[in-house]
Structure formats: C-alpha cells, structure tokens
C-alpha cells in the first residue's frame, strides 16, 4: 500500500495564521502539523508517500521533510492547484499509486490512541473494497456520518444530517483498494464544485465493500481547522508529552521502531536537533534502543 497527504488549500478559517504559511506546517506544540499525519501512514507500515499541496506551499513542505531517505521513506510531491475536493487526490496521484493499494489522510488531522500501528495493519493486510474509521462525537450533525452493521459494514452515509442515524463521526483516514483510481476518474463534481470524497465512498459502500473501524472511547482524533481546535490541539499533545515522557508522532522514533532507520540513522537525526528537546529526546531514543 501507498500513502497520500492531502495538504492543500487554503486555510481561510485560520487567517491570518495562515496568509503567509501552510495550515499544516503550523506548529502543533513541539513540531510541525504534517508530521501526525505522516505518523499514521508510518505507522500502518507504509513507506511510499505522496504529498499533495499548493504550488506555493509545496516547496516548504519539500524544505522541511526532503525525499525521506533519512526516515527509511521514499517522499514524491505534486501540486493541487486549486482545492477541488479530497477525491481529487487519486486523480493527482494515479500515477504515483500505479497498481497499488492507497491511504489517503488529510494534512490537519490527528490520531492518537493505544493499539493504534497494530489496528492500522491488520486492516492494510485484510483490505477489500474501503475501511472507514469512524469516532463517537457529541454533535454529529456537524460532520459526515457512518452508519455500520455489526459486522462493522459501512451501510449508511449522511452529510451533517440534521437527524444522525449515528454519531460515529467519518474521520480524515481512508484506505482504498486501488479500484479508487478509476473511481474518482468518473466522478462529477458535485454542486460546489468538488470531487467529493462522501461519493467515492458510497460507490463502496452500494457494492456492499465498505468497512467502518470504530476507533471508540479511549482514543483522540482531533482536526485543528479552526483557532480554538488548533490551540487544543498543542495543549492535548503538551499534557500528554509531559505526563508520559513521550513524545507523539516523533516520527524519528517511529521508523525506528517500525524497522526503516537503525539506532544510528536515528541517532544522527537526534543530533542535527541537538539544542532542541525534541533532539534529545530522539537521540535518548537511539541511546535506549542500542
């Protein structure tokens, strides 16, 4: 399986925040935005990744990520010129994705929880048709909801219903069988314009090959599109760090841990941070692992 970050648009609901950097290279405590989402497509194991954003933001992410040699990763990079829609990631990517399987995550969203890696692949290795992760909210009028059989089959989807038939939130995660290419290719826009993601997924959902994963109570998922939800964000991953002495999404540790890099890879990248905490900390890492 190959990976996509969608990290794109605009980012008009954090201006001007915003006005001169991408919304995910903004800081979420102690690193960038991208690098949680980037941990995710770690974490599942997947090690080719495409990054999608803005021709103006592109060379940042190019800047601070490289083409991911020293992470064990093989990073490419193309351009979504303007924001028309999340589906419009496997039309950009076709190439990329070849024959392959494809996760798709959005650029703004965090995933935090126990068992999370092992979750991940077991559902890389089992994939046919579409997995959903879906995450119990209070207010689901506000978000797309899924609606699963027991057997955790997708069989319903609503746009912000004013009536939820759930209130299992649809997350920024998504993985495809590599069917998704052609999928989005035949896809309209819909009326504002955009190749919806919602539509890919009801393609799956009416040849009964969906799966919603319930990431459920215990876990965080957190998409910091706003000013309140981005400073949440950094206080969420701050108490978390200092209580446990971890670091979250410290994507030196990951490849690490995953096999990609071995202690001295990860003891260089440590030591090219070294007057930073986050340095120590993946150098103390590497230290431990030996």
């Known amino acids: 399986m190959k990976g996509i970050i969608l990290a794109g648009g605009s980012g008009t609901r954090l201006q001007p ?10 800081p979420i405590f102690d690193k ?12 599942a194991g997947i090690r080719e990744i495409l990054i999608i954003s803005t021709p103006t933001d592109l060379p940042a992410f190019r800047r601070l990520l490289g083409d991911g040699n020293k992470l064990g990763l093989q990073l490419h990079y193309a351009t979504q010129p303007e924001p028309n829609g999340l589906a419009e990631a496997f039309v950009i990517g076709a190439d990329f994705i070849g024959d392959d399987d494809v996760a ?34 209070k207010d689901p009028q506000r978000y797309g909801v899924g609606e699963a059989d027991a057997d955790g ?3 319903s989807i609503e746009e912000k ?5 759930s209130d299992r939130a649809i997350t920024g995660l998504y993985f495809y069988d590599n069917g998704v290419v052609d999928v989005a290719r035949s896809l309209r826009p819909s009326a504002r314009g955009e190749l919806e993601i919602t539509d890919v997924n009801l393609r799956y959902l009416r040849q009964g090959r969906a799966l919603l ?18 400073l949440e964000a ?3 991953v701050q108490v978390l760090e200092h209580r446990q002495g971890v670091r979250i999404a410290c994507i030196e540790e990951i490849a690490l841990r995953m096999g990609f890099i071995d202690t001295d890879a990860c003891y260089e990248l440590g030591a090219a941070l070294a007057k930073s905490g986050y340095g120590e900390y993946v150098m103390d890492v590497a230290r431990s692992a030996r």
């Open 32 to 43: 960038p935005l991208v690098y949680y989402p980037l941990s995710v497509l770690m974490l």
């Open 153 to 155: 089959r997708l069989i």
């Open 213 to 230: 994963v319930d990431l459920g109570r215990g876990f965080a998922w957190l998409d910091t599109g706003t000013h309140d939800a981005l």
């Open 104 to 137: 798709l995550v959005l650029g703004d969203n965090i995933f935090y929880g126990p068992g999370f890696s092992g979750t991940l692949r077991r559902h890389v290795t089992s994939l046919d048709g579409c997995v959903l992760f879906g995450y119990p909210v």
């Open 234 to 236: 950094g206080q969420f």
């Open 17 to 26: 925040l915003t006005q001169a950097v991408s919304k995910q290279l903004l």
């Open 161 to 165: 219903p004013a009536v939820p038939r």
